[in-house]
């Protein structure tokens, strides 16, 4: 079944093209940023986080990129397969706090 | 498979009613946290437990409190149920508890309250 809302945002991307997905994060003392993806009828899964005293980190066909002057934070996946269709949010944590923050979520349709 | 079981899977209730969600951490974590997912609000933190005490407090309501078992399991209780509570409800755990641990989540109890 449906986890998510209906009204994400929606980005489409060829099978193989990379895709960016984007996140506007909420409040400025937040150090710590996690990325999370979403599969239809299951709850959130790890991707990959960063530091604030990072701009960039790569993992396994992922990148996040971090701009701390406007508050944004991006998830580049390459060469982007059928099973990266999903739900992917960004979460963020105040320094000091054990609260997270979490953006609304954009739907990856990944096209044949 | 996380590791994080949940139950029950569904539950459909009436305004008023009073319901208890069941979460066992991951074996070993002894961390756990509670998350509402409604279709208008996203993902929002409730509450977060280490080894049996409370931890964290996010957005959660009064009529909602939560605990952590010494067998680590823990228990999400809503309470005076209303329209607006039916969402999607996750329980994720993580080793230590700290910011950086990362956190498994469960499949989630879809709670729907007529």
């Known amino acids: 079944g449906e986890s998510v809302g209906l009204h994400l945002p929606t980005l489409s991307v060829q099978e193989g093209d990379n895709s960016i997905i984007n996140c506007a994060y909420s409040n400025s003392a937040s150090d710590y940023f996690i990325w999370y993806k979403q599969e239809s009828g299951k709850g959130p899964q790890f991707i990959i986080d960063i530091r604030s005293n990072m701009d960039k980190r790569q993992g396994q066909r992922v990148t996040v990129l971090l701009n701390k002057t406007v508050k944004h934070l991006s998830l580049q996946i390459a060469a982007t397969q059928p099973g990266d269709s999903a739900v992917y949010f960004c979460a963020e944590n105040v320094s000091g706090t054990y609260k997270y923050i979490f953006g609304t979520g954009t739907r990856l349709k990944v096209l044949a | 498979d996380s590791g994080v079981t949940q139950t029950p899977k569904h539950l459909i209730t009436a305004t008023g009613q009073r319901v208890t969600l069941r979460c066992s951490p991951r074996s070993g974590d002894l961390s756990v946290y509670w998350y509402q997912q409604s279709l208008d609000q996203g993902l929002q933190f409730l509450i977060q437990?280490?080894?049996?005490?409370?931890?964290a407090k996010g957005n959660i309501l009064e009529r909602f409190s939560a605990q952590q078992f010494p067998d680590l399991h823990s228990e999400l209780n809503l309470s005076s149920l209303e329209l607006g509570d039916s969402a999607l409800y996750f329980c994720a755990s993580s080793g230590a508890g700290e910011v950086t641990d990362t956190q498994y989540f469960g499949p989630g109890t879809r709670l729907t309250v007529l």
């Open positions: 437990y280490y080894n049996g005490e409370e931890r």
